[in-house]
T-cell receptor
Framework: GAGVSQSPSNKVTEKGKDVELRCDPISGHTALYWYRQSLGQGLEFLIYFQGNSAPDKSGLPSDRFSAERTGGSVSTLTIQRTQQEDSAVYLC??????????????FGPGTRLTVT | KQEVTQIPAALSVPEGENLVLNCSFTDSAIYNLQWFRQDPGKGLTSLLLIQSSQREQTSGRLNASLDKSSGRSTLYIAASQPGDSATYLCAVQAGTALIFGKGTTLSVSS
């Protein structure tokens, strides 16, 4: 079946502009995660959605970052007033359920964001 | 705070060798440990998931072990092939999200 898809695959934007990154999880997966992979920083958690519960935003680096998940499926990560340090690969993952950590997280191909 | 360390950071071996990648974590209170593979410019591919109650998992030429009490996991790759060249990431789940190590970049020469 179809895996996690993300769009765009690459995004170049000017400093100060807003960007939106999209994630389409595996059908039936109720948990959705956003991670960021920066040079020298490794992979870091940003935000997590589980069903209709309030999202866990504990990993968001600043209030310029926000995310929403509509209808329990597609998610959009928005970065406002982008800065050069926001340049990274943004990865989305989904899993069946997160409770107890029993299920694998499946990752999308990522969106490479470059802020010039 | 949970920290995950992977050693070595890079490894080069000739084709056919058996090899071991190491992962250590500081807090043994985990739900599971997952090994991923990442090819250049690509996303992550899940290789093996070990639940906290398990000691090891096997898939083909890959075998992953978990010693939760000592905070260690190893990924054993048998009879390495050039196609195994990639970055291997270890991640633990203790709460909502995965906490990743920085990876071991493996190069297998033919």
């Amino acid at each position: 079946g179809a895996g996690v898809s993300q769009s765009p695959s690459n995004k170049v934007t000017e400093k100060g502009k807003d960007v939106e990154l999209r994630c389409d999880p595996i059908s039936g997966h109720t948990a959705l995660y956003w991670y960021r992979q920066s040079l020298g920083q490794g992979l870091e958690f940003l935000i997590y959605f589980q069903g209709n519960s309030a999202p866990d935003k504990s990993g968001l680096p600043s209030d310029r970052f926000s995310a929403e998940r509509t209808g329990g499926s597609v998610s959009t990560l928005t970065i406002q007033r982008t800065q050069q340090e926001d340049s990274a690969v943004y990865l989305c993952a989904s899993s069946l359920v997160t409770g107890g950590g029993l299920y694998e997280q499946y990752f999308g191909p990522g969106t490479r964001l470059t802020v010039t | 705070k949970q920290e995950v360390t992977q050693i070595p950071a890079a490894l080069s071996v000739p084709e056919g060798e058996n090899l071991v990648l190491n992962c250590s974590f500081t807090d043994s209170a985990i739900y599971n440990l997952q090994w991923f593979r990442q090819d250049p410019g690509k996303g992550l591919t899940s290789l093996l998931l070990i639940q906290s109650s398990q000691r090891e998992q096997t898939s083909g030429r890959l075998n992953a072990s978990l010693d939760k009490s000592s905070g260690r996991s190893t990924l054993y790759i048998a009879a390495s092939q050039p196609g195994d060249s990639a970055t291997y990431l270890c991640a633990v789940q203790a709460g909502t999200a995965l906490i990743f190590g920085k990876g071991t970049t493996l190069s297998v020469s033919s």
